[in-house]
């Protein structure tokens, strides 16, 4: 079945430093990816997405690629901040079967001044 | 324009009472879904609605959990003879179109503590 396995937080890094969160997933159709994000307080919002192998999504200086061949999708961000502390999912949902979506277990962000 | 929106936000119930959560979704989207969402886990989907089908209900962990959407907006997700493993955080989300590829947008979620 489908599956996201993502890094354990929580990730501790101090502003400006670069972030990398990793995702790799386990589909038998065609997978679209997201990432979502979850800040303090609130509900889940999409920070990013990638419909097919090769596509870059992109948001507010945060990036991720789809890549078939390793089967990740992982999010990097070049400077962080300290409102980027949060919580980070990754998520797949198939292309044709696709009226549900498999999470991650989220990583935690935290950010320090 | 306006997101998705759940109530209650906060629910405490003695065990073995019913329950009824709430979700308005977006207007005008087509796909409605409930996810559960356990302390520390990722959300985990629960049932799914095109209109007011129920489509796909086989995250319904028992029996005792129901959803409806009969007029192909509002949807309501019931729990009967609540337990202490049903504590936990119920997602609403909805989606403009029925395909792949589309968003989930997601409400704010229902906190359920079943004491």
């Known amino acids: 079945g489908d599956s996201v396995t993502q890094m354990e937080g929580p990730v501790t890094l101090s502003e400006e430093a670069f972030l990398t969160i990793n995702c790799t997933y386990t589909a038998t159709g065609y997978p679209s990816l997201f990432w979502y994000v979850q800040y303090p307080g609130e509900g889940l919002q999409l920070l990013l997405k990638?419909?097919?192998?090769?596509d870059k999504g992109s948001n507010k200086g945060f990036e991720a690629t789809y890549r078939k061949e390793t089967t990740s999708f992982h999010l990097e961000k070049g400077s962080v901040q300290v409102s980027d502390s949060a919580v980070y999912f990754c998520?797949?949902?198939?292309?044709?079967?696709?009226?549900?979506?498999?999470f991650g277990s989220g990583t935690k962000l935290n950010v320090k001044p | 324009g306006a997101g998705v929106s759940q109530s209650p936000r906060y629910k405490v119930a003695k065990r073995g009472q019913d329950v009824a959560l709430r979700c308005d979704p977006i207007s005008g989207h087509v796909s409605l879904f409930w996810y559960q969402q356990a302390l520390g886990q990722g959300p985990e989907f629960l049932t799914y609605?095109?209109?007011?089908?129920?489509?796909?209900k086989s995250g319904l962990p028992s029996d005792r959990f129901f959803a409806e959407r009969p007029e192909g907006s509002v949807s309501t997700l019931k729990i009967q003879r609540t337990q202490q493993e049903d504590s936990a955080v119920y997602l609403c989300?909805?989606?403009?179109?029925?395909?792949?590829?589309?968003?989930?947008?997601f409400g704010p979620g229902t906190r359920l503590l079943v004491l």
């Open positions: 609605f095109q209109n007011e089908a129920q489509l796909d």
């Open positions: 998520a797949l949902s198939d292309l044709y079967n696709f009226n549900k979506f498999y």
């Open positions: 989300a909805s989606s403009p179109r029925d395909r792949g590829g589309e968003t989930q947008y």
């Open positions: 990638a419909t097919k192998a090769d």
